[in-house]
């Protein structure tokens, strides 16, 4: 686990059945969000550290599924923009509420998500849309998008993921998720529901 200047960010570890692990959380002050990406393999005993000069996460190391000593280094550079000197004061753009069709939609469809700015976008302002299910406080990442400067009603097209399982090759999942926009480093989210039939 390493701290960056705009986040907190967890990768792989084991647990108490010393399962292995290779995925990438994130932790904003506020949510946990797991991070798709193509990183390295899953790995304990490795060590991070944050760069601050030039924005990166350093991973090196560590044990992989057979304890093997992994002697690689991984870096991620810091993509969102640092936070403004004393925290820039309560200026910035967030965004107030983002909406999405009412009737149901199916895993894989293309959908928009319809947003409100606090005020019209300023030059540099991205938007994060994640989603989790219904009563779940564990965001998934979708996609991290620019918005055109001056925009004052955006929309943003996503796929819908995959919700609830199937199993054993049958159909399944569908059911209710919710959709969450906020701009890039705001701790403030907006949010709606979703219904996905099963598939």
């Known amino acids: 686990?390493?701290?960056?200047?705009?986040?907190?960010?967890?990768?792989?570890?084991?647990?108490?059945?010393?399962?292995?692990?290779?995925?990438?959380?994130?932790?904003?002050?506020k949510h946990w969000t797991d991070r798709q990406?193509?990183?390295?393999?899953?790995?304990?005993?490795?060590?991070?550290?944050?760069?601050?000069?030039?924005?990166?996460?350093?991973?090196?190391?560590?044990?992989?599924?057979?304890?093997?000593?992994?002697r690689d280094t991984w870096e991620h550079t810091e993509t969102d923009p640092p936070p403004p000197p004393n925290g820039g004061g309560g200026g910035g753009v967030t965004v107030v509420s983002v909406s999405v069709p009412s009737?149901?939609?199916?895993?894989?469809?293309?959908?928009?998500?319809?947003?409100?700015?606090?005020?019209?976008?300023?030059?540099?302002?991205?938007?994060?849309?994640?989603?989790?299910?219904?009563?779940?406080t564990t965001h998934t990442v979708i996609s991290t998008s620019p918005i055109t400067a001056g925009e004052i009603a955006p929309s943003i097209i996503f796929t819908v993921p995959v919700v609830g399982g199937g199993g054993g090759g049958g159909g399944g999942g569908g059911g209710m998720m919710q959709i969450f926009a906020r701009t890039v480093n705001s701790a403030q989210y907006a949010s709606a529901t979703l219904h996905v039939r099963p598939y």
């Open 1 to 29: 686990m390493v701290s960056s200047d705009v986040q907190i960010a967890l990768f792989g570890g084991t647990n108490s059945s010393n399962a292995v692990f290779g995925d990438t959380w994130t932790f904003d002050g």
């Open 37 to 70: 990406d193509i990183g390295p393999l899953p790995r304990s005993s490795h060590a991070m550290a944050f760069d601050m000069a030039r924005r990166a996460i350093v991973l090196f190391g560590g044990r992989d599924v057979t304890s093997t000593v992994q």
């Open 103 to 136: 009737m149901s939609v199916a895993s894989g469809d293309q959908v928009a998500a319809n947003l409100s700015p606090s005020q019209p976008a300023p030059p540099g302002t991205q938007v994060e849309l994640s989603w989790a299910l219904l009563g779940n």
